[in-house]
């Protein structure tokens, strides 16, 4: 008999670490070989169809589904149709999607037979020793009613949810890839540790404040697995990675001694516990090691008492300003829109504050409101309008209007485009000498977007370069001078990023300085380099020489040095 253990990742980079970890525990606790248990990974971009047929030529004798918020309603698009075509199949859930509501979901979906609640590496164990015992169709199903931590539905059709399970010791667990085949080009997500000891209120970790961690031991061999096979990526989901000081700077000390040149590690951490034992180490790490991500949020005292976060706003800043000058490390700092108390005034600031910090990423996000969180118990006080399918996210609240949204989803758009992109790096910095805010600069391009029917277009590269160059020749009071420092800086950002094969429309005629550039490539050491350079002249007649060959490991930008004829 097969057990089939399905994911739906969003991406097809992602990897789905549960159900690898579901498969390892039951292996290493008893499942005999007599029930196979398979993994299918899929992503929310493919076909309906095309998974149906994939699953239905495995032909297991039970699925599982582990369910997000972002696949949740492709997952129950799945089961209603493969209850049809596999009528005699077990369908099982499990995922902070449906641990919260289990007994609503099993009453809506009457093809699922049960849903594993909360930590399931053992309830999914039990479950699989039900299953070897025979054909689960003749067996009592009742006796389900044994296994702790799930929700099923009895022979007489009855929903019944079992008792609690107690946590399991995280060493328990067994290492969740027995071979990373087919796993080349993905994310590898792991765990060091399980819980969270913070309380906020949007959040479902929240809800398990009793953090437990593996020991050194274990994640120190399970790190060297990494780094033997050279995995581009292994994402840590500890949500909150250095509470625990002596564990996060024992993983750190241990990556810097043992990099293999190749593989980057991503963290999720809290920066205000950061103190200058672990500055010093993190400065030595090689440029591109790790990547740090800071969940900031707000900047709003009052918002950050009110969803029961703890955050010491001037140390996070110190050291995050301290990260960035050590120019090795890439660090992503995230705002929520929408949290209690924060009208668009207080998250303009709070946009400002976190965007003056220089973070490479600034991730713009909208409150979700997760069902069995205490954001969602609280939603009636904040008058907190959110949609009613996944992700729920915020419509208004008492603070914030749905016009506020707009204008907050349109800058949101402007950021990923102009700075997350990281493709007018050089170009906003002139910028913002002359708004008297970051958010109030990335509103006046959405605003010209907007007011263009530029909106939800995909542009390409080249032409968003032109769009912002037309959107600054329309600025009040603009000189001719400021222009055409514009397009300097517009046309070192383009080549920064890669040798472009055609130009934008507002570059300079190169005709009048080829003889320029072809005599500064007779140079020897230039001959033969072909693609791998780009030569740029400026407004003033100096030249800028892009190297391809040479970039950086943190932003991907080719080295630029400015050269004599």
Partial sequence: MKFLLTAINAKYIHSNLGVHSLKAYAKAHGCKNDLQIELAEYTINQSLEEILQDIYLRKPGAIGFSCYIWNIQYVIRLIRNLSKILPDVDIWLGGPEVSYCAKEVMTREPSVTGIMVGEGEASFEELMTFYMQSCPR??????????????????????VKTKSRPLLNLDDIPFPYEELEGMEHR??????????PYSCSYCLSSIDKKVRFRSLELVKKELDYFLEHKVPQVKFVDRTFNCKKSHALSIWRYLLEHDNGITN??????????DEEELEVLKQMRLGLIQLEIGVQTTNPETITEINRKMDLTKLKNVVTHINSFQNIHQHLDLIAGLPYEN?????????????????QLQLGFLKVLTG????????????????????????TSWLSFDDILELKAVENMVELHYNSRQFTETLK???????????????????????????MSHGRLARYEILFEFLKELKGQTTNQMERYRDLLMYDIYLRENAKSRP???????????KIRKFF??????????????????????VLFDYRERNPLTYNAKAVRVDE
């Avoid at 590690?265 to 950061?274: K, R, V």
């Fill in 138 to 159: 003749k067996v009592h199903r009742n006796s389900l009613s044994e296994i702790g931590g799930i929700v099923f539905r009895d022979l007489s059709g009855n929903v």
């Fill in 187 to 196: 994310i590898i997500y792991y765990e060091s540790s399980r819980g969270c």
């Fill in 265 to 274: 590690f991503h963290f999720e951490i809290a920066a205000d516990l950061i």
């Fill in 344 to 360: 668009i005034e207080s998250f303009k600031k709070s946009f400002d504050e976190v965007y003056r910090m220089r973070p490479q």
């Fill in 373 to 396: 969180s205490p954001m969602a118990e609280r939603a009636k006080e904040y008058q907190l309008q959110f949609r009613e399918e996944p992700p729920y996210e915020v419509l208004s």
């Fill in 430 to 456: 002139e910028m913002e000498k002359h708004w008297k805010s970051p958010y109030a600069m990335f509103a006046d391009i959405a605003r010209y977007y907007r007011k263009r029917k530029l909106s939800g």
């Fill in 505 to 515: 429309t507002f570059a300079r005629n190169l005709g009048p300085y080829k003889h």
């Fill in 522 to 543: 007779e140079k020897e050491e230039l001959r033969q380099v072909g693609k791998m350079v780009h030569l740029e002249i400026m407004g003033d007649g100096s030249m």
